[in-house]
């Protein structure tokens, strides 16, 4: 195994960068494992890392259907931040935003966190307050988030539309400093990385297609490889978590939506933070390589198909350049969807299910890439001690019928309601 | 953009419709708690066909069903709900 | 002489500049042919090693020609010259180069390209995240391509939709037969074309019969009514044979006649026909991206087409028959064939035209900036070289198979071609032509040098980063382009995805369609952010709901305030008041003498019918069925999971017929839920539940002269306090409801919408007779916040049950509404739970949205919702979210707002600061 550094690239130099080893080994799978994880996405493979690093928990194997982090690891728009205003939310992805920040030396492998800020707009005298709500909530749990007037979003993001006369005036943000961005892939390639070489099987190509029970316990799981048996399964497969939540004869909180994105030709820098917005539902920011990236709210309705509806997308274009106006003569090179586990009331769920042995990391909406350090962390925290971890502990799949949900947005189960 | 065959309108394109929620979703009122808590927070979320009640909001402003594929997206079939629908 | 030319000079009529030098080009001119034409070479830069670059291919699938056209808001950086037709005064530049194309100090990236392979990002740059701020500040300065744009689009952008039997996607040959056989069936036919005119290959490929045969075809499509959009790309396919297409009303640019740019169309088709033709791979070699190697149907598009000899002395490299033609064309038009590569075996027996070298790859070039010089082959084994200026590539042919991808189709691999073939479709689509059966060709193993032999022209991506991935296990498809960036250009990898396709087969030794397939996504050439906006960017796709008033209120120049999607007056200031100083006023106005405010944007239902009353009890969680006829009474709403989600009032007009209110912002997800009662749980009730908000205008007047001067106006006895009267104002109808929502004897009087005008002026008048005033929504909070009313948005929040907001003894004992279930939920009756309370300042202003806390430093339990101050003796109040908050009176607490550097000490109280008895309005 090969550590990464920039003099191992000038090695690579004089010998043509031959020197390089797989990143993760393809491994065929075991007849047994102490922990089996469906699901190779970012989440999966970061439990997995966890479960070895802070648990010596090395028999373990990851099981992906495709090619690990093809999922929404490789199909968000790479924001990371943990500006929430509940504190159950907050909390959580105030340790991950932690955990971000040391994850490339953690890893050894880059994953461009870059926090340049992420920059929530309000647009009515109504908002600002909301944001100072928000802010103050964070404040007051250490967490970082400053108010910022017209003008000094203006020296951050001067090509915002700060007029007066707008649709949606801007009035002032929020903005949480230490968020950004990062590099979807590599995170799903850094925790492979770091994982297989902690001994951890990453199979792929390896699609579960029921569970081994004995009695009210599972104690396996049926693939296209053939049975693994498994002391715990943890399911990590966001939006198709209802799938294989099915295949073990449970329900979820959780419905399947479709959540397109979009990245325009490549520029020179003209967006330099993340833009969020409290009144719109578009939020930009652009990549290293220079493409403006950019979303909106889900196709609202169920779906597991990875193909959106155009004037969802195109909704989504009108508000960012009604915030933007410069962004009117770029070019769309590509969109792309994934599908979401949108739960019913916006939270994830971390923790057991009613079946004993299966565990559950799902219903990230369309949050979960920022999630991924904290998601491994607590969900292998869980799976190693069969119980939650304080973080996780207000997550758990009982809350929505004990009435103990963290509703965000205070609309309910309704998961197509922002 | 799925073209939706209203009951009452024909068939009309996606954007005059709003999904609402799934026909296992809904429950009377006067339903037990567990029951009722059940029916509103799970759903089977299937990789296949599912019921879903979708509202005309831009049209007729009338109530469906849509016995619709979560993953082709092909709609088998639509019926008609709410009192005009009843025998 | 060396380089492109004209082939016949003459007929320039247009003047344009590229990099500030002024050239001359013939109309129908692409910019591409036009630089050729005028004999430049260099055309653009190369993302991630600044190499030179020149022209590729003839159309959208060109990598490298890529230039910044136009000026100020038109400025579009990333246009393809060959997908841009020259006008008067086009200003073109390149990009990603600097000082100069020429002299390119980023083409210096190029020495370290050793040490760069890719994915060298993952392996180093290491340290906390701020670091990476840091090296991240100039990578991202390196990389981009054109500038950034910085000004607001000049233009318009509009949108269109269409419904047709047919839409064929192409004008070539293949196209036109399917459009012309469709619409003599009687068919309603769309035929797209993205290039400005019809032909496709018959352009390329033009004899006097079937010049004849177009001509026809497009006047008999014409006539037969058929719509023929030129410059019109068929770009996404979704579901249920819905596209989107994008029409170039003006090149990129360029001013538009009529001001809109381009249009988008969303076309829902009975039938697609799919003939999009197919796109010419390159091949792999040393410097086989080098200004004058060109793909071989490109190079007879420019001598056919455009006029222009792309080279004299020509090396052809093929793996097929079609580059022949290619040969053919040079040699007509002068150049000199001075060899054709071919690939194959040699056949048994062919007659040569050419000098032709079978069993001949390219291997490498060699040249300057500008252009080429010298082509080196291995000819069976041997090494063979040749001075030539233009390098003609034909590597096989790709099936445009983008938009049945798109439509959820699969694909078949066609080893005789050595693509892939649009296979079976769940849309009703079909493809045709080059993109169903693209010709022949042979597969073929590249003899360059790895690290040179460029794939992704664009990106730089070679055969040799292709297995470092491969050597890294990034195997599958799609790791493979995510680690290389392989095919993420803006050409979206039209030429290089074959090519690195048949790379991963070769080393996993596996055929070409197991290697793995990538998918296509729309759209299928790069569509302006603009057009996909269209007019919904200006309003940001919200529109703006005009109050009935809105005149009458505009006529007192209001501070507006937006309230979804209305808009309503916040305050009057008069003469320099500020908005505190205006709405305390107002207020005042209301508390010692009558003030008048719109209500207009009140969510109003009318619920009549034999079960009316049953209906509304399923709805709103308070009693309703015990109401006289004439009264009406505080009403809310939980949402099924027990949470309040909605409250208003409810009246019963008469023994079946009942008026509903709820919050303005609500009103339509009350409209929503109404319906699902309605429809999905009681479609058996005889009931009809109708919307009446914009049915019903309404004004409020408050204040304890509220009663005189009604009285003086309608003339009729007023409704006691929650009671309803039918009156008249002004000879208009109107309904009197007595109910009090600022904390003083109030009326609601509506009227319809169309005619409330009058009743505003009358009640106007009336009021300021009385020396009060019209008071807006500022006041209004400063009234119900003193009150200790909750609003739907503050104190309302969707995650508090009746009882958290101390509405418990209000709800129906009876049970049954929705939402009664829910509350049953056991954890809805933990202690902890976030209560109503009130707050009284101990000093100073309590911050909006703070932070309860016991002491700084400790975690909150509770937030401020709403604060005010007492209206008429002064002191700073609020209403909050407390835990446990109603066991916690006359405690002190800090509200602080960290972000504000604002903290007030508080003391909890009931919520209720003023009357709470009532005694102000009761009768």
Redo the contacts between chains.
């Keep these: 195994m090969n550590r990464y550094s920039a003099l191992g690239l000038l090695r690579g130099a004089l010998n043509g960068q031959s020197h390089w080893k797989p990143a993760w080994r393809d491994a065929e799978a075991r007849g047994h494992y102490d922990v089996v994880l469906i699901g190779g996405g970012g989440h999966g493979l970061a439990t997995a890392y966890y479960l070895a690093k802070v648990h010596g928990i090395r028999n373990v194997a990851v099981l992906e259907k495709s090619w690990i982090g093809g999922g929404n690891t490789g199909r968000n728009t790479t924001l990371v931040r943990s500006n929430y205003r509940l504190a159950p939310l907050h909390n959580f992805f105030e340790f991950g935003l932690k955990m971000w920040e040391h994850l490339s030396d953690e890893l050894n492998y880059n994953v461009m966190f870059s926090p340049r800020g992420a920059i929530l707009l309000g647009h009515s005298d109504g908002d600002m307050v909301k944001l100072a709500e928000r802010g103050d909530a964070m404040r007051c749990d250490g967490i970082d988030a400053e108010l910022l007037t017209p003008g000094q979003i203006a020296k951050i993001e001067p090509l915002l539309n700060l007029s007066r006369a707008a649709r949606f005036p801007i009035e002032g943000a929020l903005i949480q400093r230490r968020g950004g961005t990062a590099r979807h892939d590599a995170v799903a390639w850094g925790y492979a990385r770091a994982a297989d070489q902690l001994g951890i099987d990453i199979i792929q190509k390896c699609e579960v297609t029921g569970f081994v029970r004995n009695g009210g316990k599972v104690t396996g799981v049926e693939t296209t490889r053939g049975r693994i048996g498994a002391g715990r399964v943890g399911i990590c497969v966001a939006g198709h978590s209802g799938h294989v939540a099915g295949l073990a004869g449970l329900k979820l909180p959780i419905e399947s939506q479709t959540l397109q994105a979009l990245v325009t030709e490549g520029v020179k820098p003209m967006v330099q933070s993340v833009v969020m917005s409290q009144s719109l539902h578009c939020y930009i920011s652009q990549s290293d390589k220079g493409g403006i990236v950019m979303g909106g709210d889900p196709d609202n309705w169920p779906s597991y198909a990875r193909r959106g509806q155009p004037t969802i997308i195109e909704g989504a274009i009108a508000q960012a350049i009604a915030l933007m106006p410069a962004l009117s003569r770029l070019r769309m090179l590509r969109t792309w969807s994934g599908v979401t586990d949108m739960s019913f009331d916006g939270s994830p769920i971390i923790g057991p299910t009613p079946v004993d042995n299966l565990y559950l990391n799902g219903g990230w909406c369309y949050g979960g890439f920022k999630a991924t350090p904290a998601s491994g962390w607590t969900f292998a925290h869980t799976l190693a001690t069969g119980a939650s971890h304080a973080l996780n502990a207000p997550f758990g799949l009982d809350r929505f019928e004990r009435g103990a949900t963290i509703d965000e947005n205070g609309v309910g189960p309704k998961p197509n309601h922002r | ?3 939706i065959p209203c009951p009452h309108c024909g068939p009309r ?3 005059e419709f ?5 026909v296992d979703s ?13 029916a ?8 296949g066909l ?1 019921e ?4 005309h ?1 831009f049209g007729c ?3 469906m069903v849509l016995t619709r594929h ?5 709609i088998e079939a639509v019926r008609a ?3 005009e ?2 025998p | 002489m060396t380089g492109p030319s004209r082939i016949a000079p003459g007929g320039e009529t247009l003047g344009f500049t590229f990099d500030g030098v002024a050239y001359r080009a013939r109309a129908g001119d692409s910019l591409a042919a036009a630089l050729l034409a005028n004999g430049v070479g260099l055309v653009g830069r190369s993302f991630k090693y600044h190499r030179p670059r020149g022209v590729l291919s003839a159309g959208v699938e060109e990598p490298n020609a890529l230039v910044t056209v136009g000026e100020g808001g038109r400025t579009e950086p990333n246009t393809r010259a060959t997908d841009l037709f020259v006008y008067e005064g086009l200003v073109a530049r390149s990009q990603n180069r600097w000082p100069s194309l020429g002299v390119d100090f980023g083409a210096a990236i190029g020495l370290f390209s050793k040490a760069l392979p890719p994915g060298f990002y993952y392996k180093t740059f290491f340290g906390p995240a701020k670091r990476w701020l840091r090296y991240e500040w100039f990578i991202r300065r390196a990389a981009g391509l054109g500038p950034a744009p910085t000004l607001p689009d000049p233009d318009r952008f509009s949108q269109r939709a269409a419904f047709t039997d047919v839409l064929v996607v192409g004008g070539g040959p293949a196209g036109l037969t399917a459009a012309l056989e469709a619409a003599e069936a009687g068919r309603r036919v769309i035929l797209v074309e993205q290039d400005a005119m019809l032909g496709a290959s018959l352009v390329r490929d033009a004899d006097l019969p079937a010049q004849a045969w177009l001509g026809e075809t497009v006047d008999r499509l014409h006539a037969l009514g058929a719509r023929i959009l030129t410059r019109t790309t068929a770009s996404g396919y979704w579901d249920h044979n819905f596209l989107s297409l994008t029409q170039r009303l003006a090149e990129p640019g360029a001013i538009p006649t009529h001001c809109v740019a381009q249009r988008l169309w969303h076309v829902r088709a009975l039938q697609v026909v799919l003939a999009a033709g197919a796109i010419e791979r390159p091949i792999a070699f040393t410097n086989n991206d080098r200004p004058g190697v060109m793909l071989s149907q490109a190079v007879r598009t420019y001598v056919r087409r455009f006029g222009v000899l792309p080279g004299c002395r020509v090396v052809i490299a093929t793996n097929n028959d079609d580059a022949y033609r290619t040969a053919q064309a040079l040699a007509e038009a002068g150049a000199e064939i001075v060899a054709v590569l071919d690939a194959r075996p040699r056949p048994a027996d062919v007659a040569e035209r050419f000098p032709v070298f079978w069993n001949a790859r390219p291997a490498s070039v060699e040249g300057s900036r500008h252009h080429l010089r010298r082509v080196s082959a291995i000819v069976d084994g041997a090494e063979r070289s040749w001075n030539a200026d233009l390098l003609a590539v034909s590597g096989g042919f790709v099936p445009a198979a983008h938009l049945h991808m798109q439509a959820g189709g699969k694909l078949d691999w066609n080893e005789g071609a050595q693509a892939f073939t649009p296979g079976a479709t769940p849309q009703a689509c079909v493809t045709i032509g080059a993109a169903a059966s693209p010709p022949a060709s042979t597969v073929s193993a590249p003899v360059g040098h790895p690290k040179k032999s460029f794939v992704d022209f664009q990106n730089d991506v070679t055969l040799a980063d292709i297995d470092l991935a491969w050597a890294e296990g990034y195997r599958s498809v799609e790791h493979l382009k995510r680690y290389t960036t392989l095919g993420m250009a803006t050409d979206q990898g039209k030429t290089s995805n074959m090519l690195a396709l048949a790379r991963l087969a070769e080393k996993g030794r596996v055929a070409i369609p197991d290697a793995g397939l990538t998918t296509f996504r729309p759209p299928f050439t790069p569509a302006t952010m603009g057009l996909l906006g269209g007019p919904a960017a200006r309003h940001a796709g919200a529109h703006v709901r005009r109050i009935a008033l809105h005149d009458s209120h505009a006529a007192l120049n209001p501070i507006w305030q937006p309230l979804g999607y209305w808009f309503r007056p916040r305050a009057y200031p008069r003469g320099t008041e500020t908005l505190a100083q205006a709405s305390l006023r107002e207020a005042r106005s209301v508390r010692t003498g009558v003030g008048m405010a719109d209500v207009s944007t009140l969510a109003k239902f009318e619920v009549t019918g034999p079960d009316a009353a049953a209906f509304l009890e399923l709805v709103c969680a308070t009693s309703v069925s015990k109401l006289a006829a004439g009264r009406g009474r505080y009403t809310f709403m939980l949402r099924e999971d027990g949470m309040v989600f909605d409250d208003g009032t409810v009246w019963r007009v008469a023994e079946h017929r009942y008026l509903l209110t709820s919050s303005t912002g609500g009103a339509d997800r009350m409209a929503a839920h109404i319906s699902y009662v309605r429809n999905c749980l009681r479609p058996d009730l005889r009931v009809s539940a109708v919307n009446v908000q914009e049915h019903y205008a309404g004004i409020a007047l408050a204040g304890p002269r509220a009663r005189e001067t009604l009285a003086a106006l309608a003339g009729t006895t007023l409704p006691r306090h929650m009671s309803i009267e039918p009156g008249e104002i002004g000879g208009i109808p109107v309904w009197l409801l007595a109910a009090s929502y600022s904390g003083e004897r109030a009326f609601e009087i509506y009227a319809e919408a169309t005619r409330i005008a009058p009743v505003w002026t009358a009640l106007a008048a009336a009021v300021e007779a009385a020396d009060g005033c019209p008071y807006g929504l500022e006041a209004m909070e400063l009234l119900r916040i003193e009150k200790g009313h909750i609003v739907v948005g503050g104190e309302v929040d969707g995650r508090l049950t009746p009882h958290d907001l101390g509405l418990e003894k209000m709800l129906n004992k009876a049970g049954g509404f929705v939402g009664a279930s829910g509350l049953g939920r056991p954890a809805l009756s933990d202690r902890g739970r976030r209560e109503l309370v009130g707050l009284e300042a101990l000093a100073g202003t309590i911050p909006e949205g703070a932070m309860l806390v016991t002491a700084e430093g400790c975690p909150p339990e509770g937030h401020v919702t709403a604060s005010a101050r007492h209206i008429l003796h002064g002191g700073s109040i609020a209403l909050a979210h407390l835990a446990d908050g109603r066991y916690r009176h006359a405690e002190e607490l800090i509200a602080t707002s960290p972000t504000r550097g604002l903290a007030t000490r508080v003391r909890v109280v009931s919520p209720h600061f003023y009357d709470p008895a009532g005694d102000r309005y009761r009768d």
């Design positions: 953009m799925y073209l394109a996606q954007v709003t999904y609402e929620r799934t809904v429950v009377q009122p006067d339903a037990a708690t567990g029951v009722a808590m059940r509103l927070f799970t759903r089977a979320n299937p990789m599912d879903e009640i979708w509202r909001s402003r009338a109530w979560r993953v082709t997206h092909a709900v709410g009192p629908a009843l």
